[in-house]
């Protein structure tokens, strides 16, 4: 069984920076992706962007580009989501969530994530 553990989140000034953490257990092959997705009050859940495990390629949505870095740590099965320059906006609970395979097209679409971690809240206060 596939597991997820987010931990890292806080409250920060705008501008500020949080580094989240997704702690992976479960899984019995290298190729799989790790996905972090956010959801605002009161807003549907966004993807924020995604990471292929086993060759580290990245794929950012907009929100993201320039301000946050998803990376990993192959030995100790943790993927990371570091977020700097925090704004307002950002304000959400953040959730990282996995599949079997990376795919660039298909990762940001309902369902394709099999499993979830629990989320970790990050607000930016202005």
């Known amino acids: 069984e596939v597991r997820l553990a987010e931990s890292g989140g806080g409250s920060v000034q705008a501008g500020g920076s949080l580094k989240l953490s997704c702690t992976v257990s479960g899984f019995s092959y290298r190729d799989y992706a790790i996905g972090w997705f956010r959801q605002a009050l009161g807003k549907e859940r966004e993807p924020v962007g995604c990471?292929?495990?086993?060759?580290?390629?990245?794929d950012y949505l907009e929100v993201a580009k320039g301000r946050f870095t998803i990376s990993s740590d192959n030995v100790e099965n943790v993927v990371y989501l570091q977020m700097n320059n925090l704004k307002p906006e950002d304000t959400a609970v953040y959730y990282c969530a996995s599949a079997p395979i990376f795919m660039a097209t298909m990762w940001k679409q309902d369902g394709y994530m099999s499993a979830w971690g629990q989320g970790a809240r990050v607000t930016a206060s202005a």
């Open positions: 990471i292929s495990v086993s060759d580290g390629r990245v």
